[in-house]
RNA sequence: GCCCGUGUAGCUCAGUGGUAGAGCAGCGCACUCGUAAUGCGCAGGUCAGGAGUUCGAAUCUCCUCUCGGGCUCCA
């Protein structure tokens, strides 16, 4: 038997907090005796235990101190983590009175593997043991700084059918320095939402009356939007992509060729029947990229053939799921669908991630990594194709250079993938692009393109979004920007404020020619102090407030008050200030 | 959908069984001002909705709905 864990000073994180919800464990079974413990892993931010309390009793927020202050007391008393093993035989008698460890336990027990021990941890003189593979820290002395975050609920191992327990989130850091910055990034966080400052800014809302996840959006919200597809419009037009359009319903015979009715069914609005055809509002458009591209005859010099549309998609998704615009049940997809000949798929596919760090680029965002789904177990198709498919994203994201990690088995059914992810102002971490390479939608619409040998051959085809939806990109956008977009995507670029009614002319004329110059302009006229617009101006975080009087009608200048700056420039030209913002526009800064 | 929490004016919030309140925003009047809140006034509420307990309910009970934190799923 190994007496100690085998841990030294230097405790991972990991290690750390899964001591900590250890102790968390032990804590909610001294002050609730007879409660059911589930799991306490470590998790991205913390850690977490799930449980259960008999007796239909609930934890509720209050309790969270009362737990922490228990916590305590056990660090205090620095317990060690002592690491025993016994056959899993003892270990369910040793736990009869926790049927959510038997439950473990029995399923290592059904495990073809020869070995039936399983190792637990105990925390002398306190009688809590805890099945547990380890490792520890030595004693409850050695935890860091940790505090308990949150109650939620969760399924004993996420099935909704089995029982709902509760589950307590943590975090817990080596010092209190860190785990202060994490506290305090939380705040940040929270003054980001992009729910907040969504309202806050007059961009859209959610309106009960229309419906959950289904925002809508106030001209400064639309106004962003515009901005942003009409940026994507151009940079794909100029990538060698075709637009086109499609509709929003089609016929259900449409998603039963394409497998949607059968494997998506559950994700789909139900469908409605108008003289004797039923339609479906499209949860995805690749079915109707897809029978455009069928719709003709295509030559191999066609290809590749790169269709794109800002395609709005309807998905069902639970209420309980729905979160801002970056999860609706209305969404706008960036997306384009590749086809192209087996030969031509690892430059298409090089071509797109250049692509994506390009675009992102575009709107301040810089930092990403990727990750590789491949082959699940459970897979369609031809497991060369798999490999080819799967060996082409590799060698395209090894030449792209983005930091990549492979997801082994993670791929959909029917197609290995490359998911992006970007890191935003806060260091926080948004999947958005994701690139497919479909196994499945060619064969099942029998695809074709005449080769150069004049026969039939089967294209490839990708399905690929770099945004992935507008909703949810914009609503990247205005957390990471912390709702003062780039002066290129602000609804309103600059206030042009009279100092008294006397200068409301020159100030008209001011936005007149700024308007001229496809700038977006307001003018604000002197009813209210001048100190009170100049606020109200900088709260709905306009990138530049200018202030116009008597020196600036004269000379002909405008007094520039530049977002994130704190002091005025007087006197600037006003063919120079035109100067400035065109190249802060056209340089997206 | 499920568990927990929440819901009072457009927004932020006070009000715990006895006549619905404040600040901001809005509207009106006055003020005409050089850089982050001018003053006065007016208007604004089926206290989410419904049922119940009570002489009396924003307040207590039950049901429904909204929103929030999660579970699950994904863009």
């Known amino acids: 038997m190994i007496s100690a864990s085998a841990v030294n000073s230097e405790n991972s994180l990991d290690t750390l907090r899964h001591s900590t919800a250890h102790v968390l464990a032990q804590a909610v079974l001294d002050l609730w005796p007879g409660t059911f413990i589930a799991i306490g892993p470590p998790v991205e931010d913390g850690f977490y235990y799930d449980f259960y309390l008999p007796g239909g009793k609930h934890f509720t927020q209050e309790d969270l101190a009362l ?122 966080a929270e003054k980001r939402d992009h729910r907040k400052l969504g309202a806050e800014l007059d961009m859209f809302y959610f309106l009960p009356e229309i419906g959950g996840g289904l925002p809508v959006f106030s001209p400064k919200g639309a106004l962003v939007r515009h901005l942003m597809e009409a940026y994507s419009v151009e940079k794909h037009l100029a990538s060698g992509y075709q637009l086109v359009w499609t509709p929003h319903l089609a016929r259900s015979e449409l998603f039963e060729t394409s497998g949607h009715l059968q494997w998506y069914q559950e994700n789909m609005y139900p469908p409605m029947e108008m003289e004797g055809v039923t339609y479906y509002p499209k949860p995805m458009n690749c079915p109707l990229h897809i029978s455009l591209y069928a719709n003709k005859l295509h030559s191999y010099k066609e290809l590749p053939l790169r269709l794109f549309e800002f395609g709005t998609v309807y998905r069902f998704e639970r209420s309980g799921v729905l979160h801002g615009l970056t999860r ?142 507008v909703e949810r990109f914009m609503a990247i956008l205005i957390e990471h920007y912390a709702g003062a977009l780039p002066t290129w995507l602000s609804p309103v670029q600059v206030k042009v404020l009279a100092v008294r009614d006397t200068h409301e002319e020159y100030a008209k004329y001011v936005v007149f020619h700024l308007r001229e110059r496809s700038f977006r302009a307001e003018v604000s006229l002197a009813d209210e102090p001048l100190g009170a617009r100049v606020r109200s101006a900088k709260l709905e975080k306009i990138p530049y407030v200018l202030v116009v009087g008597d020196d600036d009608v004269n000379g002909h200048t405008v007094g520039v008050n530049a977002r994130g700056s704190s002091k005025a420039l007087r006197g600037v030209g006003l063919e120079e200030f035109y100067q400035r913002l065109e190249q802060e526009v056209v340089s997206h800064g």
């Open 67 to 188: 737990i922490e202050t228990k916590m305590r007391d056990i660090v205090a008393q620095d317990q060690p983590f002592i690491r025993k093993e016994c056959s899993t035989k003892e270990a369910l008698n040793l736990f009869k009175n926790q049927p959510f460890k038997q439950e473990i336990i029995e399923t290592i027990q059904n495990e073809n593997t020869g070995d039936k021990k399983v190792s637990l941890y105990y925390n002398p003189p306190g009688e809590f043991v805890d099945l547990c593979r380890g490792p520890h820290v030595e004693s409850t002395g050695k935890l860091g700084a940790f505090k308990l975050i949150r109650i939620s609920g969760a399924y004993w191992r996420g099935d909704e059918h089995r029982e709902q327990l509760q589950r307590i989130y943590g975090t817990a850091f080596n010092t209190r320095e860190e785990l202060e910055s994490y506290l305090a990034q939380l705040v940040e």
């Open 328 to 469: 609706v049940r209305g969404l706008t997809q960036d997306d384009s669908h590749i086809f192209c000949a087996p030969e031509q798929l690892g430059h298409e596919l090089t071509g797109v991630l250049e692509f994506v760090v390009q675009m992102l680029g575009a709107f301040g965002l810089r930092e990403f990594d990727a990750e590789l789904a491949t082959r699940p177990d459970k897979f369609v198709g031809d497991i060369a194709e798999w490999n080819f498919a799967e060996e082409a994203l590799r060698q395209a994201l090894g030449a792209s250079g983005i930091d990549y990690s492979v997801a082994e088995g993670e791929g959909a059914f029917y197609a290995p993938k490359i998911d992006i992810h970007l890191r935003d102002a806060i260091g926080r971490r948004w999947q958005v692009s994701t690139i497919q390479v479909d196994l499945q939608l060619p064969q099942r619409f029998d695809l074709s393109y005449i080769g150069p040998d004049n026969t039939k051959h089967r294209p490839f085809m990708l399905h690929r979004a770099l945004f992935g939806s």
